[in-house]
């Protein structure tokens, strides 16, 4: 028989934790650059991790992630449409 309190898995708030970021940033890393985070499952709407693959990932040689800086999740904001030139036209 298997021991469910032994099993255990990582949700989006655990790795959110483990990277320090925002729950939202953790979603749009996945959405954008998913080889950024450890692989996840996906079940439902829902992700989930496997703690031992995750310590692993961040152990491994193509892991650059062990340093969870700033310039690593750089958000990038993109020119919104409309912008002051369209004002100017109306005017």
């Given at each position: 028989m298997i021991n469910m309190q032994a099993i255990t898995i990582l949700d989006i708030?655990?790795?959110?934790?483990?990277?320090?970021?925002?729950?939202?940033?953790?979603?749009?890393?996945?959405?954008?650059?998913?080889?950024?985070?450890?692989?996840?499952r996906r079940v439902g709407r829902f992700y989930f991790w496997h703690p031992e693959l995750v310590s692993e990932w961040l152990k491994g040689p193509n892991s650059s992630n062990s340093?969870?800086?700033?310039?690593?999740?750089?958000?990038?904001?993109?020119?919104?449409?409309g912008g002051p030139r369209s004002r100017i036209q109306g005017a």
């Open positions: 708030d655990d790795i959110a934790r483990l990277f320090q970021k925002n729950r939202s940033i953790v979603y749009k890393i996945l959405r954008e650059n998913p080889q950024e985070l450890p692989p996840a340093s969870t800086g700033q310039e690593q999740f750089a958000i990038v904001r993109k020119r919104r449409k």
